[in-house]
């Protein structure tokens, strides 16, 4: 089994534990998703149902509500506390009689529980990062999306936690981060899916902190806690955490330490399919019979 292999149990317990709180701390994950919704106006789609596939406490979801109100939206978490959450942020008719518009799902992105070609949209804000196979992920969100639909995702890219990651280096035998895909690697990927015309892109965001706690709580309030096979069972001792403070603060610029985030921004589309169901080729034919 892989260390980086992502414990799902894991990450569920995390999120919902952390759904409470997580709008407060989730600065980076709100701007991106403000990022991508701008993203959003140079599309010209007017879908009628969408796939939230990791919406969280449901904040960008709303925004997509706004922008489609006619549209139904299916705001998928693995994690029942983040929709919890959501709900609760409802207005009260809608918590009576409940919604035919927005449909929470408590389900993994990785085995969607939804039909092919079922949504004309699929938006992911930061969520894809959580995948054991991001291959066979981009090939089950193709699945359900329709024809000409669009797929809309950012996640995070190998440069991420860049000085956690180097601070940890030596500290134990332990693996303490996530593994990420690489930008032109998840191109690739969308294509090799039965994506077209896939458009990639990155930037960095960093953030400062005063002490090494406070880059550790931030990354708990969001539940982004290390859920891979490879973390340590129990509490880090205090020679290894010793270590993990004297190099961070090796990298302290200007009286504060960075944390790095490499965003990636990805969208593609689901082309008409080259071939019938059962293999046969589709030859466009134009021709007038005078």
Known sequence: MSEYLIDKRQVRRAFSRAAADYDATAVLQREVCTRMLERLEYIKLQPARILDAGSGTGWGGRQLAEKYPAAQLVSLDIAIGMLQNARSRAGWWQKLFGSTRQMPLCADVEALPLASGS????????????????????????????????????????????ELRQAFAGVDGH?????????????????????????????????????????????????????????????????????????????RRDGKLPATYEVVYGHAWKPKPKNLADGRAIIKTDFRIK
Not at 125 to 138: E, I, K, R, S, Y
Not at 146 to 160: E, H, I, N, Q, R
Not at 179 to 200: K, T
């Open 175 to 251: 693996n303490h981060l996530n593994r990420f895909a690489d930008m032109h690697d998840m191109g690739d990927m969308l294509v090799a899916a039965g994506f077209a015309e896939p458009v990639m892109d990155m930037e960095y965001f960093t953030l400062t902190y005063e002490d090494v706690r406070g880059v550790l709580h931030d990354l708990k309030a969001i539940g982004a806690n290390n859920a891979t096979a490879g973390r340590a069972q129990g509490l880090m001792g205090k020679q290894a955490w010793a270590r993990l403070l004297e190099n961070y603060e090796k990298l």
């Open 119 to 162: 949504v004309e949209m699929i938006w992911s804000n930061l969520a894809v990062q959580w995948c054991n196979d991001l291959p066979a992920t981009f090939v089950e969100l193709n699945r359900v999306l329709k024809v000409d639909g669009l797929l809309m995702f950012s996640t995070f890219g190998p440069d991420t936690l860049r």
